[in-house]
């Protein structure tokens, strides 16, 4: 391919709107190098209501290649924002020789408009939330029809979204198809991104690992392995070598961190998609036939990345990370980090993927505690070797405020359960608890006094039960990796806590939990036993964006819960959450939705909830409470 970087467009993924709350507004945008940045604000009459060329202080910038520079405007407003209106943005950028407003983007703004626009209300009443989304799974890419939500509210002036919530694997590091990875080292050449060097015995670099024949379809050869005779070491499966990513479709996890950058640029934005041409000379031609049927998946979704774009630039969008977004299994056990870490070639594997979550996702939703990371990346990346990365790969990994909460009506509050692990210290491949004592006692203080909480959560408190139970059985045999055993009830500590947060008298009466991660729908409404005045909570679940669970698999497990652990079945004893009276939404007359689509959560004045999951071709499934009955 003839690269011509004159050519490449200003901006390369982008503009997206982060967080807009009072006197702030955040956007993220992917430029070809560095710009003097201005923003323009406008109220629904069009007069300008903000106007400024951002300071360094507002425009914080840092180059990931040559021809590729990760910008975050964190604008602080005299005035505050005012509410339940639209607000429309452009932005500005100039050097020596250009000048473009974003506004020129194709297909950035709908028919109408000659900028784009977000909606702004402290009401989070009618929240899209959805996780999961796999570029390469058969399903349509269910964030169209946020696109399709958006232009529906403009055009009809009708409710538009309060917000977009994506509430993990938003990108899939260790699950890439063949023609991705293709595009992604074409970008790597394309923008020059950084990758530097790790410490590795046959593979030190991203141009060794190019020209690795294992490079497409066998990367679980190259990726490291631990001897497994130090009696120090619990076994982490049987036999003597193993590998330390456990995902069973790692014959093509990322290792870089240009490939990182990479695929974020390709998941979120349509314009370098213009650039790419597979081409299979380099794939074994035992793995062309499964490149060939993954080119295609891929080419619809990147044809759909217009429309993604779109929509990413009109509604107010926070994210926060869970396993696929780093690596399958991340943190899963204590045994699993002592291994992945004590490796330098899997640390610095882990490392790249966190640093592509803090620039891509982390870094948007609450700035100001990331300063620090800020002034230390800015050294790191001051030259294309990423001089000083262990270090910073070492702060991120002991930073601990991912979480965060936004003064929204109900208050959401972001969990983090991926790094404040609550570690077993009696067994190291017991599960870990997703959240520590600590950190759950953060959590309590921070719910303390609130009418209603919008809880986040990646994966749900209350799962369901059956494959709960099979996750403890193959946990208590060793295998806790093989089943993902990560659910809320998986640690006796973790358990308890959190379950007793829900029924202590000074947190809110009306929880709405949002969750994902299992690749299948289903909302739950929760009361305590025994109380009169039980707090209500519902959790919604919404998965996948783009990701299904094996359709034949979960009938026969929803079926099995349904018989085994009906509201009259004595194996509702054996639970943790036998003081808990939970009742299932039907939807087409199941209790379990198995559809790629995103959710859309209306809460009323009230805080009572309606939930349905909306696909790409704008189907609707509404999870109706009537006439339910205790499920289990």
């Known amino acids: 391919m003839t690269i011509n970087h004159k050519k490449l467009p200003t901006i390369i993924a982008g503009p997206m709107v982060r967080k807009a709350m009072d006197n702030q507004l955040v956007l993220w945008l992917v430029t070809s190098q560095y710009y003097q940045c201005s923003v323009t604000l406008y109220d629904e009459e069009g007069d300008v209501f903000y106007s400024q060329k951002l300071t360094g202080n507002q425009h914080a910038s840092i180059a990931v290649g040559k021809h590729a520079v990760i910008n975050l405007l964190n604008i602080a407003l005299n005035e505050p924002l005012i509410e339940n209106t639209w607000v429309s943005y452009d932005i500005v950028l100039e050097s020596e020789s250009e000048s473009f407003n974003s506004a020129n983007l194709k297909d950035l ?15 989070a009443n009618h929240v899209l939330h959805g996780s999961c989304r796999k570029p390469h799974h058969q399903s349509e890419d269910a964030l169209l029809a946020v696109d399709k939500q958006i232009a529906k509210a403009l055009k009809d002036k009708t409710t538009a979204p309060s917000l977009l919530m994506l509430s993990g694997d938003q990108v899939y590091i260790d699950d890439v ?5 293709s595009a992604i080292h074409q970008v790597i050449s394309l923008l020059g991104l950084h990758s530097g060097k790790w410490q590795n015995t046959n593979i030190e670099n991203n141009e060794q690992l190019l020209s690795s024949p294992n490079c497409y379809y066998q990367r679980d050869k190259i990726l490291p392995l631990f001897d497994d005779n130090n009696d120090n070491l619990l076994r982490f499966f049987k036999g003597k070598k193993k590998r330390v990513f456990t995902s069973v479709s790692a014959h093509n ?15 979120w934005s349509p314009e370098l998609w213009q650039c790419i041409e597979f081409d299979q000379t380099k ?10 049927e993954e080119q295609q998946i891929i080419n619809t979704f990147a044809k759909g990345l217009w429309s993604v774009r779109r929509a990413l630039a009109h509604t107010r969008t926070f994210m926060i990370h869970d396993d696929h977004d780093i690596t399958d299994d991340w943190n899963l056990t204590r045994e699993w980090e002592e291994i992945a870490y004590g490796h330098p070639f899997s640390k610095r594997i882990i490392g790249n993927a966190l640093i592509g979550y803090w620039l891509c996702q982390g870094w948007g939703n609450q700035p100001e505690v990331f300063d620090n990371i800020y002034q230390q990346a800015q050294e790191c990346f001051s030259t294309e070797k990423m ?11 002991h930073f601990n405020h991912w979480h965060y909460s936004i003064n929204t009506t109900p208050k959401m509050v972001v969990l983090d359960t991926r790094t404040q692990r609550w570690r077993s210290e009696r067994k190291a491949n017991r599960p870990s608890g997703l959240m520590d004592w600590e950190a759950l006692t953060d959590l309590q203080h921070e719910l303390f006094e609130q009418q209603a909480v919008l809880l986040v959560s990646p994966a749900p408190i209350f799962g369901v039960k059956l494959i709960e139970v099979i996750q403890k059985t193959f946990t208590f045999f060793g295998f806790a990796l093989t089943v ?6 998986a640690h006796k500590g973790t358990a308890s806590v959190i379950l007793n947060i829900f029924k202590h008298s000074k947190t809110p009466p009306n929880f709405i939990i949002l969750s994902g ?19 209500l909570i519902t959790q919604v679940t919404c998965s996948g964006i783009k990701n299904e669970f094996p359709k034949g698999l979960l009938n026969v497990l929803a079926k099995c819960n349904h018989y085994l652990y009906s509201s009259k079945s004595p194996l509702n004893w054996f639970t943790k959450r036998r003081d808990m ?12 939705l198995n559809q790629s689509g995103i959710g859309l959560i209306d809460i009323d004045s009230n805080y009572r909830v309606t939930a349905k999951v909306i696909t790409a071709d704008m189907k609707e499934f509404l999870f109706a409470s009537k006439d339910n009955q205790p499920s289990d």
């Not at 198809?177 to 990875?181: D, E, K, N, R, V």
């Not at 794939?283 to 060939?292: A, S």
């Not at 991660?517 to 707090?535: A, E, G, M, W």
């Open 177 to 181: 198809a063949g023609p991705m990875l």
């Open 387 to 397: 001089q000083n990365i262990d270090e910073l790969i070492d702060t991120l990994l």
């Open 484 to 489: 993902d055993a990560e659910n809320w009830m």
């Open 253 to 267: 996890h990322l290792i870089s961190f240009a490939e990182v950058i990479a695929m974020y640029l390709l998941v």
């Open 517 to 535: 991660d299992v690749h299948y729908s289903f909302v739950y409404d929760i009361t305590l036993k025994h109380r009169k005045q039980s707090p």
């Open 581 to 592: 009276l939970i009742k299932a939404r039907r939807v087409d007359n199941k209790k379990i």
């Open 109 to 123: 703004c709908y028919e109408g408009f000659s900028s784009p626009r977000f909606w702004y209300s402290k009401q």
């Open 283 to 292: 794939i074994n031609k035992k793995h062309r036939q499964k490149f060939q």
